[in-house]
């Protein structure tokens, strides 16, 4: 994925165009750029069971940057609520890191709940930029 000044200028173009393409959208309309899509990492050593019954497709995620996070400089915690869920996945987490040590706001939510064994297999989300 890029990231830095090209992919916030590339960003932009899209929306130009998309304003262009359809006027209608003005001002207000709040468009979003999907990042990535991750499952969660580490779900079962976190509150994830015992909170997934009141989660939602949709519902709103919260990224915590730990750059002390003496497992990966580049962790990225995913809450609910306010509870710790688990975190991006290692292998997956530079870009996103990059970015929001650059201050650029992303937002994340909940793209797939399933009762699955496999803790990997169990939440995936969806990281966003908004333009």
Do not use: C
């Not at 497709?57 to 919260?62: C, I, M, R, S, V």
């Amino acid at each position: 994925m890029p990231s830095g000044p090209i992919s916030t200028f590339l960003a932009g173009v899209l929306l130009t165009l998309l304003l262009q393409a359809n006027p209608a959208l003005g001002q207000d309309a709040r468009m979003r750029l999907l990042v990535q899509s991750s499952p969660l990492a580490g779900s079962q050593f976190h509150a994830l069971k015992s909170l997934v019954h009141r989660m939602q497709e949709g519902d709103a995620l919260t990224l915590v940057r730990e750059p002390d996070n003496p497992h990966d400089p580049l962790a990225i915690r995913v809450e609910w609520q306010g509870h710790k869920l688990g975190y991006v996945p290692r292998k997956e987490n530079r870009a996103v890191a990059e970015a929001m040590d650059r201050g650029e706001h992303l937002q994340a939510r909940v793209s797939r709940i399933r009762d699955a064994r496999n803790p990997w297999q169990r939440l995936e989300l969806e990281i966003l930029m908004e333009l």
